[in-house]
């Protein structure tokens, strides 16, 4: 049984938008924070965003005022909305679940396969 399942990426131009998916199980949308991580060629992988079961979001100083986190319990899914994407944002997107809304790989432990997002230059 997969539990997240991310959707959504593909190549897009530079300063283009696009909108990624996570549907989870129901009982990892319900029990875990949610949070979206990413990680390109050569390099470590690193925190997005990440939100709380109240609904307060934190974001990675990249994605504050360009990503925006929500999501939707009727579907079970976590989305990530992307603006003004550039090539430094290329990577692949992978969604996490954990017990605490913070953006670090140790607070989360379950990841999806995650989805390749691609900004043309």
């Known amino acids: 049984q997969v539990d997240l399942v991310e959707s959504g990426g593909g190549s897009v131009p530079d300063g283009g938008s696009l909108r990624l998916a996570c549907t989870a199980s129901k009982y990892f949308y319900t029990t875990f924070r949610l949070a979206w991580f990413r990680q390109a060629p050569g390099k470590d992988r690193e925190g997005v965003a990440v939100?709380?079961?109240?609904?307060?979001?934190t974001y990675s100083d990249s994605a504050k005022g360009r990503f925006t986190i929500s999501k939707d319990g009727d579907k079970n899914t976590l989305y990530l909305d992307m603006t003004d994407l550039t090539p430094g944002d290329s990577a692949v997107y992978i969604c996490a679940a954990g017990p605490m809304a913070v953006l670090s790989q140790a607070a989360f432990w379950y990841w999806g396969q995650g989805t390749q997002v691609t900004v043309d230059s």
């Open positions: 939100l709380d079961n109240d609904g307060t979001a």
